[in-house]
């Protein structure tokens, strides 16, 4: 069979645009995407707008936004698997959670070990090795989250300042638990205009250098 990579993610992995009007970018603009065609590559997207690592949040679908809680689901509904790649923690900073760096990382280091818990590798359905984990750290979150002019800075408000440390937390959970992290924030940055999500060009050139990160590790 043809190797296969499930992407697990949220919005900035799903295509969701930074002018927010919702509409899903093409499959020639999204990053997964982007890095499948770079790798001549099946990538299955499980992405949801919103998903944290693990928790469930009160102001969108509750439990429905866990990573956590849907990871085993997902590893073995789309199994068998080569690898899975986790880009979960941008949400997690959203001011009512109150997440800091290092506890995003730990939450990420969770998801990891139930992927290598769960099986679902590349032999079929009663394969129960594990698939390759990887782990991309997602960029700092802008400070327009911090502007008061900024329609949505209530629910993002300090998520700036508390997403600094993201990548020395999310490397540090890498050499702790044996996962290749790749720091998406020394490439690209949240949209000058949302200080969330990726603009198209920012997709376009994650695709492309995750892709060239990648195709050594699987």
């Not at 937390?169 to 996962?179: A, F, L």
């Amino acid at each position: 069979m043809r190797p296969r990579i499930l992407v697990y993610g949220d919005s900035n992995s799903w295509g969701y645009p930074d002018d927010d009007s919702g509409i899903r970018m093409d499959a020639d603009t999204r990053w997964p995407q982007v890095m499948a065609a770079a790798l001549g590559r099946e990538v299955i997207e499980d992405c949801l707008c919103g998903r944290t690592t693990a928790h469930d949040d009160p102001l969108m679908w509750g439990p429905a936004m866990s990573g956590l809680r849907h990871i085993a689901t997902s590893v073995r509904s789309h199994a068998p698997l080569d690898t899975v790649v986790i880009m979960l923690g941008t949400n997690d900073f959203k001011t009512h959670l109150g997440q800091t760096s290092a506890m995003v990382a730990d939450n990420v280091a969770r998801l990891t070990e139930r992927v290598r818990r769960v099986g679902g590798g590349a032999a079929g359905w009663h394969d129960t090795s594990a698939p390759t984990v990887l782990v991309i750290c997602p960029p700092q979150i802008g400070p327009l989250a911090d502007d008061p002019e900024w329609e949505k800075t209530e629910i993002w408000y300090g998520a700036h300042e508390r997403s600094m440390d993201i990548a020395v937390s999310m490397e540090r959970m890498g050499r702790e638990q044996g996962i290749p992290v790749f720091n998406a924030g020394s490439l690209v940055s949240a949209s000058a205009i949302d200080p969330i999500h990726l603009s198209n060009d920012g997709h376009r050139q994650l695709g492309t250098a995750v892709a060239e990160w990648i195709k050594h590790r699987i």
